[in-house]
């Protein structure tokens, strides 16, 4: 459906940046139940869920190093090596992501700084499902290794035709330096990694995109005290094509994110109607012979054209949308770069597709959907480590800040806090400054 | 009490690395009340409840500009200067944590760019109670601004004194360069802030300390989709103490922490016992004349001491307890920073105590308690900013990389993915390469 800007109520535009709410408050006594089970059987209780629900029978919840080194030979070699480039791509541009250590003497005698420490387990969650999702092992496994993290663990269902995990989430696991793999998913994956079991560490964070169960389970174990990456929601685009834009290639990105479920959202913003309904009839066109067609149909259905003649207003409107892949279809994409607030990963050009940051060009597709990309950011390197700050003072650094400390501390009726600078500084304690 | 490391078990150790674990379980439906009536009944809703719960008639829930410019005039002269030296360090440190742009060229025609964005609209939270926290207007105000997020408020509840929020938080804000601020406390201003009122813009991340309901409310929000800047728990001090330290000094430091709340913990942690009773014994004496010794001497109850004679197996139960502070207490702290994994804030040296860091030094007070230091960041600028990623493709680059999209793309079975990069490829599409 094409949609006139000018003509809305301020309402209508209001809903038209919202997402269908989710809610998964009638999954969560199903959750907690499955939570129970794993914190009190442990192994037993993961073996048990993994029979009921993948209808797979493990004997081990680790994955044997003989699984993983017969992973390679299930793979064909262009894959292989797609992989490979596609990694060396993102190491990359994660590596260079990492900061060193912002140190200020902020007064003579008192020096503050800030330092980046890998945290030091992480458990990193890949989806089963029809396609194996290995480009998430990679966007996930790579940051995780160079933000250096000590102990990286790695969960994904079974699949019934190979008894264990797919061999190309293995593969991909093995080659970016991962060795800890468990046969397990869905929410008592999450809750293993929460609580720990016999073969399961308990971990610090945990990582990685699932359906609605393992979404309210990853929500769960934040009410527990658990860090996560950051919440999830179907995917999303949204193009902003000017008249230099390529139609049919805007077509074709609109139609790549349509076919990842039927519960995505895409989205184009155009500055005239003509140009709508080309690019309309385009996505009507390609759309045809698409295999995955009646997804990529039921997902349009969520879906529609924008038209925004001013530039200023469309940039607020997508601004206000927050999209998590934002689309600048044009032969002349800076001018608009910088109007850009709010989006998880921005594609700059008509020969930068989505499919290129979903796969190879370096950046990470683990990003933040339903506009919350007003407020976190995409998967990066610093997603695996946190920031410490130090301080050391001086005696005579500390003689200078004191008046300040023990007035501020007395008016905040904290006399301890006061006496805490005050010891320090009496001439009994004093031990030759 | 002191315990000895050497002669505890696996289990107590872990035991004694633990929180108290805080449910809000049965104040969230009471939690979910107020959010639906501020939700459907806006500022109405927010005077009912400030009468109710803070027994303060107000006409009009903004502070009056009028309020802000009394403000100064309730505050002695060395409260303000040392309010003003205190904002001038904090600026300065946390103005030094901006980063610059990271820009990779992946591969030729690849460009792959990381860039910082202020967070739009944020709302700060301080509490209000016995103690009014100007200092925690200067934690969250200073990154705020320095972030350069677009519109900064600030909600506090009114005191039946001021009928209005405290002058000293009024005055603080002012200085910091707020102009919004709210006469609302509780749960039903995180709700505010959540979902918006007449007078109170919603905001995309919610900060800021608070009781039980505050954090309980900043949970739901967080369920809701706000963003929020971290779980919060009691505060809490570890204490790393050598041969080197002033035991006066250390107990100053652990004092100083439990004067907090009766549910602070105090930690410390020594090579021997002579040492710990050294320790213990100059608590004792100290906390005798402390005007707040009550609430002290309720926060001694949960605490301990404990004596680990090796360095090594020191830092492994300081790294496993990730104290919300840690202090070396020593005259040569340096070789022990090193070893420090997992830490909210650190004061290095026997004249850095943390009553410097909770006013004055520069660094920040807003800092993950309960453990949450393994995975969590302090309050910093980054706390008001997201990082969004870009990238920039060349025709030429991105015929070097279609194989290997394509490739992975067809792999997950997404042949739209694929298609979107070989229809830009395709002679047809060429525009004169």
Request: a negative charge; charged letters at 20%; glycine letters at 6%.
């Amino acid at each position: 459906m094409i949609r006139i800007y000018n003509k809305l109520s301020r309402e209508e535009k209001s809903i038209l940046v919202q997402r269908p709410q989710m809610s998964n408050e009638e999954i969560f006594p199903f959750i907690k139940q499955i939570f129970d089970e794993v914190k009190r059987e442990g192994d037993k209780a993961l073996k048990d869920f993994t029979q009921k629900f993948d209808g797979v029978v493990i004997d081990d919840v680790k994955v044997s190093q003989n699984e993983i080194q017969d992973a390679a030979s299930f793979l064909p070699n262009d894959l292989k090596s797609s992989i490979q480039l596609a990694a060396g791509n993102i190491e990359t541009f994660h590596r260079a992501q990492k900061k060193g250590t912002t140190q200020v003497e902020t007064m003579p005698g008192v020096v503050c700084w800030q330092k980046d420490v890998p945290i030091d387990r992480v458990g990193l969650y890949i989806p089963g499902g029809t396609a194996p999702l290995f480009s998430t092992v990679l966007m996930l496994a790579i940051p995780a290794v160079i933000a250096g993290c000590k102990e990286i663990i790695l969960c994904s269902p079974p699949q019934k035709e190979y008894q264990s995990i797919h061999p190309g989430i293995l593969y991909t696991a093995e080659l970016c330096g991962i060795t800890k793999m468990y046969k397990v998913g869905g929410a008592h994956a999450i809750a293993a990694m929460t609580f720990g079991t016999e073969s399961i560490p308990k971990v610090d964070k945990i990582f990685g995109p699932g359906n609605q169960y393992v979404t309210a389970a990853k929500q769960l174990s934040f009410q527990l005290g658990m860090a996560i990456d950051m919440p999830a929601g179907p995917s999303e685009v949204l193009v902003y094509a000017d008249h230099t834009c390529r139609p049919a290639f805007v077509a074709s990105d609109l139609l790549s994110q349509a076919e990842h479920g039927a519960d995505s959202q895409v989205v184009f913003v155009t500055p005239d109607v003509g140009l709508a309904n080309q690019i309309k009839l385009e996505v009507m066109t390609q759309l045809k012979s698409l295999p995955r067609k009646n997804i990529a149909e039921a997902a349009l259905k969520n879906s529609f054209g924008m038209v925004i003649p001013s530039v200023e207003e469309a940039f607020e409107f997508i601004n206000d949308y927050a999209p998590e892949h934002l689309i600048i279809a044009s032969e002349y994409p800076e001018p608009y770069l910088i109007s850009i607030r709010n989006a998880g990963s921005v594609f700059s050009g008509n020969y930068t597709p989505e499919s290129a940051g979903d796969y190879a060009s370096g950046t990470n597709h683990t990003l933040p959907t339903a506009s919350a990309a007003r407020s976190f950011s995409g998967v990066n390197v610093q997603s695996f480590m946190k920031t410490i700050t130090f301080q050391h003072i001086s005696q005579s650094g500390l003689q200078k800040l004191a008046k300040t400390i023990t007035t501020m501390a007395r008016a905040e009726n904290l006399e301890a806090h006061a006496r805490a600078v005050e010891i320090r500084l009496s001439s009994s304690n004093e031990k030759g400054l």
